[in-house]
Structure formats: structure tokens, C-alpha cells
């Protein structure tokens, strides 16, 4: 018993996945006119550094995305479509810095680096812990959030009859 999927609850993730594949396309274009500039043509994968901190800065990037994806339509399923909206762009702006960083000097790309990774373990954990708490509900019909809740009125109702009267 699951609450009904509506086509407003697809749009962050859609739109997320839209400019992910925006900006993914943008780096490939990037390596293109790297590939130009620095005379490096298919299918040679390297050549002068400043090529290859373009065509690694890319090749990242795709690496990370199938990842990020499952993560962020994970988050629209099991999460709220806002939380998938901001840590999708919070994660798109760390492969932007990482992507541009890179591609000057392999040191740049650590800030962008650990703030994509960061959104990713965010994802990962705020995700398995949407994912307990609904199969916890589906097959063992507990309810951990309102279980949280009562233990949180209990102990406020302890704490004020210890502490408050004396």
C-alpha cells in the first residue's frame, strides 16, 4: 500500500536528469575543442597535460553521473521532490567547480570534488534511511515516524514532571 506516484512528484528529478545531460554535453564539447587545440584525435585518449586534465576532468564526470542519477530519482521516490531538487543542484554546481578546476590544474578540482562527493553520501544515506522507514511500514506495519514521535512525547512529559515541579 504506496502512496500514488504523480507526474509533479517526476518533474525535479526529470529536470535535474535534463540539465545533467546539459552539462554533460557541455563538458564533451569542452574535450572537442581540447581534442582541436591540442591535436589529439579520436580515438587517442592522451596527450599534452592540458588535454589530459580536460579529457580526465570528462571522463570523471561520466563516471560519477549513472550514480548520481539512480540517487537523485531515488530521493523523488522515497524522499521529497525539494530535497531532490536542491542536492541535485548543489551537485551540478560541485561538477561545474570540479569540471572547471580540473581542466586548469589537476589541484583545482578538489573543493568541487568533495562537495559532489558529500551530496552523494547525503543522498545515499538520507535514501536508505527513506527506504528502512517505508518497508519497515510495508512489511511490518510499524510506523517508525510516529514511534519516533511518541518516544519524543514521553520523555518531554517525563522531563517536565522531574524537572519542571521542583
Known amino acids: 500500500m504506496g502512496v500514488p506516484i504523480m507526474q509533479e512528484d ?8 535534463l540539465l545533467a545531460a546539459v ?18 584525435y579520436v580515438p587517442d585518449c592522451v596527450g599534452p597535460k592540458e588535454f589530459n586534465l ?13 550514480s548520481f542519477l539512480a ?16 542536492s541535485g543542484l548543489v551537485y551540478l554546481y560541485a561538477r561545474q567547480n570540479y569540471f572547471t578546476g580540473y581542466s586548469h590544474k589537476a589541484g583545482y578540482r578538489m573543493p568541487g570534488f568533495r562537495l559532489s562527493v558529500r551530496v552523494l ?15 519497515v511500514r510495508q512489511y511490518l506495519g510499524l ?15 517525563v522531563f517536565e514532571v522531574c524537572f519542571v515541579g521542583v
Open 71 to 86: 540517487m537523485i530519482w531515488m530521493t523523488a521516490l522515497f524522499q521529497h521532490s525539494a530535497v531532490c531538487l536542491v
Open 54 to 66: 580536460v579529457f580526465r576532468a570528462y571522463s570523471n564526470c561520466v563516471e560519477f553521473l549513472p
Open 121 to 135: 553520501y547525503f543522498l545515499g544515506v538520507s535514501n536508505a534511511i527513506a527506504m528502512t522507514i517505508v518497508a
Open 143 to 157: 510506523d517508525i515516524i510516529t514511534i519516533i514521535i511518541d518516544i519524543i512525547i514521553i520523555i518531554k512529559s
Open 10 to 17: 517526476l518533474l525535479a528529478p526529470a529536470f535535474i536528469s
Open 23 to 40: 552539462q554533460l554535453g557541455k563538458f564533451a564539447k569542452a574535450v572537442g575543442a581540447a581534442r582541436s587545440k591540442y591535436k589529439v
